[in-house]
């Protein structure tokens, strides 16, 4: 299995919503990572777990709360968005955090706040 | 700050010509070099990984490396219509350990 898998496909919420996105990896990755990418942009990177804890938050506003319950499943909780949060979400995995380590990502989360 | 660049496209070429991407990074101490294929609306796809200078070839595809002249280069040969896609250059280690993402070239193969 070389998958990243990730639920929803399409999200639509309104600014008051609270939602969650989830993503699964059944590679034994120990680092995930959450990116967001607008039109046109390459991935921005919001966030990387590596063996479950928190190793990297780039100044993500707090309205975006990620989760790693355990090594396969990490979680992107979304609370107060705004519009210009509309954008595609993708989970990445790779075996480590090291430089070396090839990063697939997942068909990401097409999200759309009103 | 860690910059790519990438040429900026977008890039037509026709059916079974050779397609030539190129990336310049500027972070002299990165130590990881990959190239991504995003079909519009999709995700990126990782097609190639290089980490040490000379060539890299895989099925149709090659990756250069230079590090002493900072350029990474893919090549696609017998360029497909299905290579239609937008291809991103990432680089990784050096000062940090994040990919860094180009901005990506628009490659168009022509029937």
């Known amino acids: 299995d070389t998958e990243v898998t990730q639920t929803p496909k399409h999200l639509v919420m309104g600014m008051t919503n609270k939602k969650s996105l989830k993503c699964e990896q059944h590679m034994g990755h120990r680092a995930m990572y959450w990116y967001k990418q607008k039109a046109k942009k390459p991935p921005e990177l919001m966030f990387v777990y590596s063996y479950e804890k928190l190793s990297i938050n780039e100044s993500v506003p707090s309205r975006f709360s990620p989760e790693c319950p355990n090594s396969s499943l990490l979680n992107l909780h979304l609370h107060a968005l705004q519009p210009e949060d509309s954008a595609l979400y993708l989970c990445a995995s790779s075996p480590g955090q090291g430089s070396y380590n090839e990063q697939f990502f997942g068909p990401g989360t097409r999200l759309t706040v009103l | ?111």
Not at chain 2, 88 to 110: H, I, P, Q
């Open chain 2, 1 to 111: 700050q860690k910059e790519v660049e990438q040429n900026s496209g977008p890039l037509s070429v026709p059916e079974g010509a050779i397609a030539s991407l190129n990336c310049t990074y500027s972070d002299r101490g990165s130590q990881s070099f990959f190239w991504y294929r995003q079909y519009s609306g999709k995700s990126p796809e990782l097609i190639m990984s290089i980490y040490s200078n000379g060539d890299k070839e895989d099925g149709r595809f090659t990756a250069q490396l230079n590090k002493a002249s900072q350029y990474v280069s893919l090549l696609i040969r017998d360029s497909q219509p299905s290579d239609s896609a937008t291809y991103l250059c990432a680089v990784r280690g050096g000062s940090n350990y994040k990919l860094t993402f180009g901005k990506g070239t628009l490659l168009t193969v022509n029937p």
